[in-house]
T-cell receptor, first 113, second 113 residues
């Protein structure tokens, strides 16, 4: 039973346009959400996070939106750059003194020059 | 330079042999984690440790074992009982006490034939 779903395995976006990656979760107890970026044969790197007390968090070109009622979060990248081509994972956790993360299956983003 | 190191980058073993993957961090993080990644799947948690001399099973612990004798080190042994050991293995660490971001090593690609 997948608690975190990224329903789009891949996404292609023109350079300069907006990339929108989506993530859905099932457990309303999750209260902290993260996005990671991963290049092939490398470890993921942390991008941006959001707590359940907020509905938006922005960091440069990256913005994460959280819709708690829909149990949905999204990552917006604007403008998209060729270096953004990677696999993006969303991850969720609960604040019960346990920092175990549950990851989605990932979305491969390709930026077309 | 602070970070997480995993060695080796590529590892080949014959079926039926145990193999130990190394993970070292100099970030002074309390918590450490092991994940595996398979094609088309997200990161799945094998084992994690929140403090020295303590560790817990993750979602797919069968066929694996770990130890946490030092804060800096969290080796993972893939035993012959693991039915599908060929995968990309990722080690991560995080500060405890409410910091959720996990920092990943570069990974080890294990191939068992």
């Amino acid at each position: 039973d997948q608690q975190v779903k990224q329903n789009s395995p891949s996404l292609s976006v023109q350079e300069g346009r907006i990339s929108i990656l989506n993530c859905d979760y099932t457990n309303s107890m999750f209260d902290y959400f993260l996005w990671y970026k991963k290049y092939p044969a490398e470890g993921p790197t942390f991008l941006i996070s959001i707590s359940s007390i907020k509905d938006k968090n922005e960091d440069g070109r990256f913005t994460v939106f959280l819709n708690k009622s829909a149990k949905h979060l999204s990552l917006h990248i604007v403008p998209s750059q060729p270096g953004d081509s990677a696999v993006y994972f969303c991850a969720v956790t609960t604040n019960f003194g346990n920092e175990k993360l549950t990851f989605g299956t990932g979305t491969r983003l390709t930026i077309i020059p | 330079d602070g970070g997480i190191t995993q060695s080796p980058k590529y590892l080949f073993r014959k079926e039926g042999q145990n193999v130990t993957l190394s993970c070292e961090q100099n970030l002074n993080h309390d918590a450490m984690y092991w994940y595996r990644q398979d094609p088309g799947q997200g990161l799945r948690l094998i084992y994690y440790s929140q403090i020295v001399n303590d560790f817990q099973k993750g979602d797919i612990a069968e066929g694996y074992s770990v130890s946490r004798e030092k804060k800096e080190s969290f080796p993972l042994t893939v035993t012959s009982a693991q039915k599908n050991p060929t995968a990309f293995y990722l080690c991560a660490s995080s500060m405890a006490s409410g910091r959720y971001e996990q920092y990943f090593g570069p990974g080890t690609r294990l191939t068992v034939t």
